[in-house]
T-cell receptor, first 113, second 110 residues
């Protein structure tokens, strides 16, 4: 079955790097995603990685994928107060209905000034 | 700019009422989704639709139904609202995991 797990909370000092972790159980995942939810808003896509890649970098964001351990991480360099949000990892599976996303529980990132 | 609009930000309803949550997208997407978001549980898929008049059950469809009469509009219906349906409801549209979300409707059932 599908299960995506994350820690619920993370606190980081402003200027440090944040690392948000996620584990998933279905090895047939095709794409893995990171979404961000700011207070009072819906989710917005931050980045995604195809399952045959092991790293993707986009400005301050680095995604690492360890397929053997089914572990995904999102690193945010030089964390700013505007990065305070809930971060969700999500996966899609192959086949019909692969438009469906299975989300993790979300990690609330708090920035300490 | 991409837009998914949910008709209400906040709703308060009484137990047993019929509740309609409306969602409109302007991106001509075929796929639309309804989720509920609860603390510690993340987002759970209620229903999705991949075409007009088509619908598929998600992970938690009990107590809900949906309607998609036009491509841009996807409605979530609570036939008889109950207190355990108090939650944040999020609508999305998109393709292959890239989904665009509305701002959400916070529903309280008293």
């Amino acid at each position: 079955g599908e299960d995506v797990e994350q820690s619920l909370f993370l606190s980081v000092r402003e200027g440090d790097s944040s690392v948000i972790n996620c584990t998933y159980t279905d090895s047939s995942s095709t794409y893995l995603y990171w979404y961000k939810q700011e207070p009072g808003a819906g989710l917005q896509l931050l980045t995604y990685i195809f399952s045959n890649m092991d790293m993707k970098q986009d400005q301050r964001l680095t995604v690492l994928l360890n397929k053997k351990d089914k572990h995904l991480s999102l690193r945010i360099a030089d964390t700013q107060t505007g990065d305070s949000a809930i971060y969700f990892c999500a996966e899609t599976l192959p086949g019909f209905g692969n438009e469906k996303l299975t989300f993790g529980t979300g990690t609330r990132l708090t920035i300490i000034p | 700019d991409v837009k998914v609009t949910q008709s209400s930000r906040y709703l308060v309803k009484r137990t047993g009422e019929k509740v309609f949550l409306e969602c409109v997208q302007d991106m001509d997407h075929e796929n639309m989704f309804w989720y509920r978001q609860d603390p510690g549980l993340g987002l759970r898929l209620i229903y999705f639709s991949y075409d007009v008049k088509m619908k598929e059950k998600g992970d938690i469809p009990e107590g809900y139904s949906v309607s998609r009469e036009k491509k841009e509009r996807f409605s979530l219906i609570l036939e008889s609202a109950s207190t355990n349906q108090t939650s944040m409801y999020l609508c999305a549209s998109g393709l292959f995991g890239i989904q665009y979300f509305g701002a959400g409707t916070r529903l309280s059932v008293l």
